[in-house]
């Protein structure tokens, strides 16, 4: 059986740090705190589960404090975590599990981390990330914000999970003003960090400037795959918001230089058809989007309600508009199969079945 440290960066976590660890004490051989200027009980908590609490003076670098923790780690492999995060309890048996199964062999570990959920609690959005990783290769993080360790060496993916879930909102300014003070210091970006500070900009409504990085970042065509694809949808919402009709549609579409299409691109040039009323349109690409399987092992973002339910919903309603209301119910069927539970799905299902269409 391999042994775990659990490394952790905090800072004012007093409201979900406990449930965090409680989670921790069943996988973790060694738990890692390191706060970076906390003014609440953080600390104190953290020391009823570990005494290894450590202080790192805060430096707008994730990566400097992600490394520190990864330096006071002792065994075989590091596990890192957020404050916010939580593990259910059949992803602390499959981490269990792993710890007696692994392959010593093995550099690195990825899961998945669930992100978004619907009102059933089930993931919507995930992707995987390089979660465990074997200590004695000296794994570094990299990036101020967006801190990420590139996978290297045997590399295996596992089916266990990391839940993502927030109590309270976080200052939503707090990585633009971090990209931009690295601007002011002459830092200059790679080409992850300047699609991660596009995101930044599109976030917080600044669409003009978040279209000129995003360009410039396609255009520097350095960037991986997936950050590509997801850039061309970024640039699609930019111009939605500042009403470039033509230039939406032609983001999505550039999409396809990269790769093959993904749900998420089918789903939303449906919906650009679709707000034309442009049924028949919007139909082809909905039914393209169902074709699609989610892959979270390519690491790329996976809005996993896009491979299924909110497709079928759409030609639903599209089939509704063009009085082919058989179909209709037929697709409203399938999003339910989906989603039982659905409140939308169980209203089109009490609309059918208390009407008299034909």
């Known amino acids: 059986m391999i042994t775990l440290s659990v490394c952790m960066i905090v800072k004012n976590e007093e409201d979900v740090l406990g449930r965090c660890l409680d989670n921790v004490k069943e996988i973790a051989d060694e738990i890692i705190i390191v706060d970076t200027g906390s003014t609440d009980k953080t600390k104190h908590i953290a020391k009823k589960y570990t005494r290894k609490v450590y202080d790192f003076e805060w430096c707008d670098d994730f990566s400097k404090a992600r490394n520190y923790s990864f330096s006071k780690a002792t065994k075989e492999y590091i596990m890192w975590l957020d404050a ?56 570094q993080w990299s990036g101020h914000i967006h801190e990420v360790i590139t996978p290297s060496g045997n590399v295996i993916y596992n089916d266990a999970a990391i839940t993502h879930k927030k109590i309270h909102a976080g200052d939503p300014k707090r990585n633009l003003k971090i990209y931009e003070k690295m601007l002011e210091e002459g830092i200059t970006f790679s080409a992850r960090e300047k699609y991660y500070y596009a995101r930044e900009l599109y976030y917080n409504h600044e669409y003009e400037k978040a279209v000129t990085v995003l360009e410039d970042f396609l255009n520097s065509e350095e960037g991986w795959i997936e950050n590509n694809i997801n850039a061309c949808l970024d640039l699609y919402h930019c111009y939605i918001y500042l009403g470039k009709d033509k230039e939406s549609l032609l983001s999505l579409l550039r999409s396809f230089s990269y790769d093959t299409p993904r749900a998420e691109i089918s789903c939303n040039i449906g919906n650009y058809f679709f707000e034309k009323q442009q049924y ?79």
């Not at 199969?337 to 659905?342: A, E, G, H, L, Q």
């Open 84 to 139: 916010d995060d939580i593990i259910l309890e059949k992803d602390r048996i499959a981490i269990k599990n792993l710890k007696s199964t692994l392959d010593p062999n093995t550099d690195v570990v990825m899961l998945n981390y669930n992100a978004a959920f619907d009102e059933n609690g089930e993931p919507t959005f995930s992707y995987s990330r390089e979660r465990i990783l074997k200590r004695e290769k000296n794994f």
């Open 280 to 358: 028949n349109i919007a139909i082809f690409w909905y039914k393209l989007a169902v074709t699609k399987r989610p892959n979270t092992q390519n690491g790329g973002f996976c809005l996993i309600d896009c491979y299924g339910y909110i497709p079928y919903l759409q030609l639903c309603i599209c089939y509704y508009k063009l009085g082919e209301y058989e179909l209709s119910r037929e697709y409203n069927e399938m999003a339910g199969r989906i989603k039982p539970n659905d409140k939308i799905y169980l209203k089109n299902k009490d609309f059918f079945d208390n009407s008299n269409l034909s």
